[in-house]
């Protein structure tokens, strides 16, 4: 496995704003790492938060004005050559729930939605078709690092 974080002065800050479940922190602020500094970034802070479902949908509310809980919200506050600074949200509810729908481990699914956070971070966009089979190649690169297989199959 590729090691990541030894030529950066990239920083990232994970909170579990919940009670239910135990995360892997190490997992999550490897995930971010290999995302942002493959995309060139050097410098910079991420946060991520892990939270519940209720927290989630305010906070979709409160900046996207979509009345739901998500997976996960991501938010550029700075982003300039090398260096980013951005906040990650995700649901460990919506993690849970979804893992069960699915078939496999929730804290695969939870380090996918940061997978695809960190990924928003840093210009990648779902907005259309082409663009979401990019996104899921790029997640289906960065979960095979971890020795797992994307849910989703990649469109021929």
Same mark, same amino acid.
């Given at each position: 496995m590729e090691h990541y974080g030894a030529n950066t002065m990239l920083s990232v800050l994970i909170t579990n704003e919940q009670s239910n479940y135990e995360i892997a922190a190490d997992r999550i602020e490897q995930a971010v790492k290999q995302v942002v500094e493959?995309? #060139?970034i050097v410098t910079g802070d991420v946060s991520v938060a892990v939270v519940d479902d209720r927290t989630i949908h305010e906070l979709n509310i409160q900046y996207l004005n979509h009345d739901y809980?998500?997976?996960v919200l991501s938010f !550029? =506050?700075?982003y300039a050559e090398e260096h980013l600074e951005g906040e990650i949200v995700v649901s460990v509810d919506m993690a849970v729930d979804l893992a069960k729908d699915y078939g496999w481990d929730w804290q695969n699914e /939870? =380090? /996918?939605y940061v997978i695809h956070g960190?990924?928003?971070l840093v210009g990648y966009d779902d907005k259309n078709p082409e663009a979401? !089979? #990019?996104m899921q190649e790029a @997640? *289906? *690169?960065h979960l095979k690092r971890f020795g797992i297989k994307h849910r989703i @199959?990649? !469109?021929e």
């Open positions: 493959e995309a #060139g809980p998500t997976d !550029v =506050l700075e /939870l =380090l /996918l960190s990924l928003h979401k !089979v #990019g @997640e *289906r *690169r @199959e990649p !469109v």
